[in-house]
């Protein structure tokens, strides 16, 4: 039994059971019903090999670091233009690092420090609010944005709190004039006050990284830099925060269970509490990806895995909690219009030597299938990209 002294006031009180010693109401006096611990509620518990070895794995050097200076120096060539040497060179680190982890993190990315120094502010004032403040615009089947702390991955209950936020019109999730258009509606808290604003700063400048990062993985498959380009007017792309509590039981819980990105890539920033493991291709083991001040985490997700036909993979990864800090984790999940259709680009399949090894599938209706299964009672697996493999 895990003795514990919550760290945290404004833990959500549904993650955790009291445990007491004798009849009658808990109390923190006297021996009747007096609280012994607090231990984590059962919907937490991860079956015991997804649980996280006690120790941490640090692989040499981790995953690849690539530095994105010569993106402030040089535009990014077009029409097959030639690069310069420094931009080549980017160019082919990019390309490894997709190959062969499915993860990268960038420094010098041209996002200005201040940006995200305040969304994360901002995600912790909001995260450090009485419950029936976040309450206000909480998330459910008709108002799909805003916070949530009962999400489920892969069927157990995640160790998490979440705001989500899309920064455009919701016209690239839904049908303008439906009910689901009006469902991708934002909800913004009153609280803290500048929320609002660091949010849509922080994410405008993400969105021209992620446009960048496009344009560089279309090179790295030998398209033209704006190859992709075209499948993000109307882009689906939204904004979370996570705040992982500190919890009483970090071996039996994940803050989020082991899982892949669906989207196109994502960009994320990560406090300086570590937690996120990416699975090694190499080996299957959990590699944690440590905290660089000021960096990103770029992953390319299931789109980008169908695009180059299995020439990239999106890897899985998850995150650990610990008993002491609370961590927070910003993701800015880039995805095209509900409209478009994914498949294998057309440049990259010869049907005699390398076919399409993926059935095309409509973006909008994959995302919604795993949407819904959030509000659904757990249960049977969601909705992932090998459904739609064609046999070898
Ligand atoms: O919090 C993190 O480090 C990772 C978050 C993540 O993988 C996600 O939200 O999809
Ligand atoms: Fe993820």
């Not at 979370?240 to 500190?246: C, F, G, H, K, S």
């Not at 009483?248 to 996120?276: F, M, Y």
């Not at 949407?371 to 969601?382: A, H, L, Q, R, T």
Request: hydrophobic fraction near 35%.
């Amino acid at each position: 039994m895990v003795q514990w002294n919550n760290p945290c006031k404004n833990i959500v009180p549904s993650f955790l059971r009291k445990e007491t010693k004798g009849k009658g109401k808990p109390t923190h006096s006297g021996t009747k019903g007096k609280i012994m611990a607090f231990v984590v509620e059962p919907a937490f518990i991860q079956a015991p090999e997804h649980r996280p070895k006690p120790t941490i794995t640090e692989a040499a050097g981790g995953i690849p670091l690539i530095d994105l200076s010569p993106l402030l120096h040089y535009p990014i060539p077009v029409d097959g233009g030639a690069a310069p040497p420094a931009v080549s060179a980017m160019v082919a680190e990019v390309e490894a690092a997709c190959r062969e982890w499915g993860f990268f993190q960038v420094i010098n990315h041209g996002v200005p420090s201040e940006l995200l120094d305040n969304i994360m502010a901002a995600a912790k004032g909001f995260f450090a609010l009485p419950m029936e403040e976040k309450r206000q615009v909480k998330r459910d089947k008709a108002k799909l944005l805003g916070y949530d702390d009962t999400e489920h991955t892969k069927n157990v209950r995640d160790w998490k709190e979440v705001f989500d936020f899309i920064f455009q019109d919701p016209a690239g999730f839904a049908e303008p004039g439906t009910d689901e258009y009006y469902a991708f509606k934002n909800q913004w808290p009153k609280y803290p006050p500048s929320f609002k604003e660091a949010c849509e700063t922080y994410a405008t400048a993400a969105n021209e990284l992620a446009f960048k990062l496009l344009e560089l993985i279309a090179l790295t498959l030998g398209l033209p830099a704006k190859r992709l380009n075209g499948f993000f007017k109307d882009q689906s792309s939204f904004m979370r925060l996570n705040y992982y509590p500190p919890c009483p039981s970090p071996h039996l819980a994940l803050g989020l269970n082991r899982h892949k990105d669906a989207g196109v890539l994502t960009i994320l920033a990560q406090d300086d509490v570590e937690g996120l493991d990416v699975k090694r291709r190499s080996d299957g083991e959990w590699i944690r990806v440590k905290p660089i001040p000021n960096s990103y985490v770029i992953n390319v997700g299931d789109i980008v895995q169908v695009w180059s036909n299995d020439k990239y993979e999106s890897a899985e990864h998850r995150v650990c909690v610990n008993s002491e800090k609370a961590r927070c984790s910003v993701p800015f999940f880039f995805n095209p219009a509900h409209y478009v259709t994914v498949q294998p680009l057309e440049e990259l399949i010869d049907e005699k030597n390398s076919p399409a090894k993926y059935n095309a599938y409509n973006w909008g209706e994959f995302f919604k299938t795993r949407k819904n299964s959030n509000f659904k009672k757990p249960g049977g697996e969601n909705i992932q990209i090998y459904h739609f493999k064609k046999a070898e």
